[in-house]
């Protein structure tokens, strides 16, 4: 004797149940090797991440050290050349007004007079400049790799009748090395570390789509 139709059809269906239980099991399987795979792969990254920090650590070390290095020499420089100057300079005057002291000591006194009061005035407006500068003006002044560590000390930046804040934070970055590359490094840090969440995130986004992909396939396919 045959099986009815009603009994067949349960068979087919219980046949179905159990194969799409199997995938179902396979495709847990699927996605804990994926899941797997995936956290290999940012210890991996997180590994190679702290290989670069620490090697872009040392490169940015000895980069500081050469230009500090180069930044005192050409200030050295600038300092013989200047008082070379100041000297000739004093010479020359001194000469002309020993030759003309007695002919032209009012004058001279009232031109000294004028001239320094002019200094005066220009030393003055300058100095408020200097002191004025903004954070734009500065940043404009800097290296790009400098402009970060800028941003993090500004307030701590003044500049005064003598030199300007550019000036005032180039001799505080000569002088602390140790805290201008600190600051870099953090920076770097923050950016692998953006960059490891950034892939996490997508490696979730595009896991919940295929398990939603997953999901309406097989409720497309049990049936009802």
Not at 4 to 16: F, N, P, Q, V, W
Request: charged share 40%; aromatic share 2%.
């Amino acid at each position: 004797m045959g099986l009815s139709r009603e009994t067949l059809h349960r068979r087919t269906a219980a046949e179905r149940l159990r194969e799409l239980r199997r995938l179902v099991r396979e495709a847990r399987q699927r996605q804990k090797a994926a899941e797997k795979a995936t956290r290999a792969r940012c210890r991996r990254l997180k590994a190679e991440t702290r290989e670069r920090i620490r090697a872009f650590k040392a490169a940015e070390r000895e980069r500081l050290r050469r230009e500090v290095h180069e930044m005192r020499e050409a200030a050295r420089a600038d300092c013989a050349a200047a008082k070379a100057r100041a000297h000739d300079l004093g010479e020359d005057v001194i000469g002309r007004r020993k030759a003309r002291v007695e002919a032209q000591r009012a004058y001279l006194a009232a031109t000294r007079a004028a001239a320094q009061h002019e200094r005066q005035q220009r030393a003055s407006v300058r100095a408020r400049q200097r002191a004025a500068e903004s954070d734009d003006a500065v940043r404009r002044n800097l290296p790009d790799d400098l402009v970060p560590v800028f941003n993090a000390v500004k307030a701590s930046v003044r500049g005064g009748p003598r030199r300007s804040r550019t000036e005032a934070f180039l001799e505080w970055s000569a002088e602390n090395p140790g805290e201008v590359i600190a600051i870099q490094a953090t920076r770097a840090e923050r950016a692998a570390a953006a960059e490891i969440a950034a892939h996490e995130r997508e490696l979730r986004a595009a896991h919940r789509r295929k398990t939603r992909r997953r999901s309406a396939a097989l409720q497309e396919e049990v049936p009802f």
